[in-house]
């Protein structure tokens, strides 16, 4: 039975207390990551790629802080694991077959309720976003994001253990839809008509999900002044999702989600396609954006501003 996308401390405090986490179908995942510079692609390759042991025997910043601190019973699934540096993505996503070698070694079976939460920002939401978008993705929609993460479990004084749990492997399976991620490709090839897909942003809610400072050039952008004239992509429109979280760090309910996405020239009943830097932040958007409605078609571009950056700069040539 599918299960809510989002839920409470107090359900999962439930779930830890009656002991149902890695029983009865349940996993919880701690999506903990502390961004660092890009891995040289060639070399990643080389060395790392799909080579799990290695890659998650590898120390980090997220590791460490997860081995000190989380929900019993939660695995922590690595975002530098479960996608590798491209040459164009930093981010980028592995063949089906490799991703779900992966999730099975997190000890994630076929049918699990999947839990996902962080401690970043945004509520600590932000990579369990980018989680759930990989899940749904690969085919798994049973899949749920805690609200407010682990701050919120911390703010609720509710239980947290220092012990890595080792699952045996899961039998959990990818049944890949690469529709739901929009390609560079498909946003820059030309039409029949001349025009590419973002020429056509009047019949498309392109929604870039960055701060609207950084939307608007009014600080860092993170991308390179050397290489684009602008801060985004003419005819995006920005809904910034640190603005869908609440002072508590919890999302806003869906009525809120809409009324603001609306206010920023979110157009009913057109496709939507979230971008935002590295695809992390509109993970969060399109999340956000599926509690309003299940049914909108939503797509993401991965690559986003980046891969963008890189191969098409000209087309970043907004700046207000």
Known sequence: MSQKRLVDCQWLADQVTKGAVNQEGLRVLDCTF?????????EFKSTYYGQWEKLMEKPSEHTIDFSKSHIPGAVHANIDVAMYPGDTERFALYPPQLFEEYIQRLGVNQGDHIVLYDRGMNGGMMFAAKFWWLFKTYGHDNVSILNGGFHAWQKGNNPVS???VQLPKG???????SGLNVT???????????????????????LDARKKEQFHGEEETGLNPKTVN???????INVPVNQLVDSNGLLKSPADIKAFASSKGFREGKPIITCC????????????????DEQYPLRLYNGSLKEMEIRAPQRISAKE
């Open 34 to 42: 502390k961004p660092g510079p890009k891995l040289d692609p060639t």
């Open 277 to 292: 830097n590295l695809g992390i932040q509109a993970s969060l958007l399109t999340f956000a954006l599926s509690l309003v």
């Open 171 to 177: 039998d959990w399976k990818a049944n890949l839809r």
């Open 230 to 236: 602008g801060s985004h992509i003419p005819g995006f």
């Open 162 to 164: 220092s012990e890595v």
């Open 184 to 206: 560079f490709e498909e946003l820059t090839t030309k039409q029949e008509d001349g025009r590419d897909l973002i020429d056509k942003a009047d019949e498309v809610n392109f």
